[in-house]
């Protein structure tokens, strides 16, 4: 008859203790997620504006939530390199990206 060894599960259940009190067991959601709310209030915000401010406006919107996100990575973010989930820098570099985004199509006089 096979036993269980109590010891294991409960190193096994304080692992995931940790690794849910550090903000690990998320997988970046929660970080994407963030992303995603400020880029959409950004958007809000922009539309407010009306179309030919609009653009420019998204994009310098775009670009202090970038300069948010960074703030926030060099704070409490761990290192950039090697993390196996997104991370405030990658949030950061997601915000500058989109603002570049936007201003090129308005440049282009997509928008």
Known sequence: MTTFDLK???RRRSRLRRAWRDGRSDGGRGVLGGWCLSAL???TLAMLCGPPL????LAGLLSLSGFAWLGLAITQAGPPAHA?????WDAALL???ASFGVQSAARLGLL
């Open 84 to 88: 196996p989930h997104p991370t405030a």
């Open 95 to 97: 915000s500058f990206a």
């Open 8 to 10: 294991d599960g409960r």
């Open 41 to 43: 209030l950004c958007l």
């Open 54 to 57: 609009g653009p420019w406006m």
